[in-house]
Nanobody, 116 residues
């Protein structure tokens, strides 16, 4: 059974940094795409950043230049380095993992709050 364990959320002041991690386990199958989504209260879940197995990345316009997504294929782990954080970055951040088998799994979510 696939498990995704997220960590790294918390409270940070505007302009600060956080690094999120999401580790996948429980299967021998390889991962294709790993994503980070976020959801603010009253808003739809939105894609923040995506990274393919090749290392190719994609970012939402609102975070480009401030956030960096990376992955460790040996550890089946995806990271999101968030710098120059703004209050509008607050929300619950979810990792999403897509396997080559077609299976898709979500993490449980980790809260990020940017506030002074």
């Amino acid at each position: 059974q696939v498990q995704l364990v997220e960590s790294g959320g918390g409270l940070v002041q505007p302009g600060g940094s956080l690094k999120l991690s999401c580790a996948a386990s429980g299967t021998v199958f390889s991962i294709d795409v790993m994503d980070w989504y976020r959801q603010a209260p009253g808003k739809q879940r939105e894609l923040v950043a995506s990274i393919a197995a090749s290392g190719a990345t994609n970012y939402a316009a609102s975070v480009k230049g401030r956030f960096t997504i990376s992955r460790d294929n040996y550890k089946d782990t995806v990271y999101l380095q968030m710098d120059s954080l703004k209050p509008e970055d607050s929300g619950v951040y979810f990792c999403n993992v897509q396997y080559y088998t077609g299976d898709v799994h979500w993490g449980q979510g980790t809260q990020v709050t940017v506030s002074s």
